[in-house]
C-alpha cells in the first residue's frame, strides 16, 4: 500500500473510530475494550514498576554491603597471605582498597539461645570504606568504643538471640579446633571466646541472617588462622571499569583464584529477581491478550455494520487491501487509545506512590521498609507499547478476513 492509499485508509479509519454507531451495543463492547486494554496495561507497568523497585532496593543494599569485587580460592576455604600478590593488585590504576578477610561458620551463644552464623573478621578501615554508617539500626560502630572485643550484628540474627545492647552482655563463641581434637572430651574439641555486642544492623537482604562482625585478628586467633585469608575485597575508583580491572587482576592470580563482582556474587539472586519479573510480565501480557479479544469483537460487529459503506468505497476504486487496511487501522487504533490511557494511568499510580507513599506495609510502623518501593523505567514502556501493537495488530487482522470483494461473508 503506497502512502496515497495508506493516508486514505487512516483518514476513514480515524472518522470511524469517533462516529456514532447504528448499534449501541458496538459503542459499549468497543468502550468495553478500551477500558479492559487501558486497566491490563496500568497494571502491567505498576506491577513491573514495583518488582524495580524492589530490585534497586536489594540492589542498594547488597552494593553498600558487597565488595566490587571478592577474591576467593579456587580451591579450599583459605590460602597463604605471606605469597598474595597484595602490592601488585594495590599498584592497579582502578584499585581503591585490599581488604584481607578471614570468615568461616561459628557457634553463638547468648543467655539461653544459640545459633550458627558466619563470623567475618575485617579490619579497623574495613567498615568506613564499606559505608556500614548507614546500614546502623543500633548501638554504635567500633570507632566509638574502646578495645578489641568487638561485634556487630544482623538484624535476623539480633533477633533470634533475643539481643539487648543495654544488656552489657558477652556473646560466647565456639569454633571446632582446626588441629589437635580431643574426642574424649567434646568440650575440648572447639576454641572459645568472648565478644561484647556494640551494635545491629540490617541490609534488608540475607546478610541481616548470615553475618557478624569482629577484628581479624581476634577471629585469626579463634579459628587458627594466623598468616591465612579466606578471601580479599577490592573497592574500586571507578565502577564502570570494573570488568576490565577484574581481568588484569585474574592475569595476575591465574587459575587458582575466582574473581567475582557484585552481580556474580548474588548472581541466583539476580536471576530468580529476573526470572520472577519476567514470569509477571507473561501472565499480565496473557491477560492483555484477553482483553484484546472484547476489540476483536467490537471489530467485528463494526465491519458487519459498515458493509454498505465498504461496498461503497470499493465501488469507488479502493481495492481489497485498502478495505481491510481501514479496520485494520481501527483496531490498531482501538488497542492503542487503551494502551496509551493504560500507560499514562499506571505512570500516575507510580508517580504518586514515589511522591506521596501511598501503599505501605500493614501499618507502615511494624516493617524497615514502610512503603512499596516503584521505579518507572523507560524500557519497560517501550516493552509495553511493543506488546500492545502486536496483540492490536494480530487480533485486528482476522476479523479483516471476513472482508471479501464487493460483499461481506
Request: charged share 20%.
Amino acid at each position: 500500500m503506497n502512502a496515497h492509499h495508506f493516508k486514505t485508509a487512516f483518514f476513514i479509519a480515524w472518522r470511524y473510530l469517533f462516529s456514532a454507531k447504528k448499534h449501541n451495543i458496538v459503542n459499549v463492547i468497543s468502550a468495553i475494550s478500551v477500558i479492559g486494554i487501558t486497566v491490563c496495561t496500568a497494571a502491567l507497568i505498576i506491577v513491573l514498576s514495583v518488582f524495580n523497585g524492589m530490585e534497586n532496593l536489594v540492589i542498594s543494599n547488597f552494593n553498600s554491603f558487597n565488595p566490587d569485587l571478592e577474591i576467593k580460592p579456587a580451591k579450599g576455604k583459605c590460602f597463604v597471605t605471606d605469597s598474595f600478590p597484595f602490592e601488585e593488585i594495590k599498584r592497579l590504576n582502578n584499585v581503591k582498597y585490599v581488604e584481607e578477610i578471614v570468615s568461616d561458620l561459628v557457634l553463638v551463644t547468648y543467655g539461653e539461645t544459640q545459633t550458627l552464623v558466619t563470623m567475618k573478621g575485617i579490619s579497623d578501615k574495613y567498615l568506613g570504606r564499606f559505608k556500614m554508617d548507614k546500614l546502623l539500626i543500633d548501638g554504635v560502630l567500633p570507632k566509638e568504643f574502646e578495645g578489641n572485643d568487638w561485634v556487630l550484628l544482623g538484624a535476623v540474627n539480633a533477633g533470634t538471640i533475643q539481643l539487648n545492647l543495654n544488656r552489657w552482655e558477652m556473646l560466647k563463641l565456639y569454633y571446632p579446633k582446626r588441629t589437635k581434637k580431643n574426642f574424649a572430651n567434646p568440650t575440648d574439641a572447639f576454641n572459645t571466646g568472648h565478644l561484647l555486642p556494640i551494635g545491629v544492623f540490617a541490609t534488608n537482604t540475607d546478610y541481616d541472617n548470615k553475618y557478624i562482625f569482629a577484628p581479624i585478628d581476634w577471629v585469626r586467633n579463634l579459628t587458627s588462622y594466623e598468616g591465612f585469608a579466606t578471601s580479599v575485597e577490592i573497592s574500586l575508583k571507578d565502577l564502570s571499569k570494573t570488568t576490565e580491572t577484574q581481568q588484569l587482576i585474574q592475569n595476575i592470580l591465574g587459575d587458582d583464584f575466582t574473581i567475582k563482582d557484585r552481580y556474580q556474587q548474588e548472581i541466583l539472586l539476580f536471576k530468580t529477581m529476573k526470572t520472577e519479573k519476567l514470569v509477571v510480565y507473561i501472565i499480565l501480557s496473557f491477560i492483555l491478550v484477553l482483553a484484546a479479544f472484547n476489540a476483536l469483537g467490537s471489530l467485528g460487529m463494526m465491519i458487519v455494520e459498515k458493509k454498505e459503506d465498504i461496498r461503497i468505497i470499493q465501488q469507488l476504486g479502493a481495492g481489497l487491501p485498502m478495505t481491510r487496511n481501514i479496520f485494520l487501522l481501527e483496531g490498531a487504533m482501538v488497542s492503542l487509545a487503551g494502551g496509551v490511557a493504560g500507560m499514562l494511568l499506571g505512570a500516575l499510580v507510580c508517580f504518586l506512590q514515589q511522591t506521596f507513599h501511598i501503599v505501605t506495609y500493614g501499618d507502615g510502623m511494624s516493617y524497615i521498609i514502610k512503603y512499596y518501593p516503584v521505579s518507572m523505567q523507560w524500557g519497560d514502556f517501550a516493552i509495553v507499547f511493543v506488546i500492545i501493537m502486536i496483540i492490536s495488530i494480530l487480533s485486528s487482522y482476522l476479523p479483516t478476513r471476513i472482508i471479501k470483494k464487493g460483499e461481506i461473508k
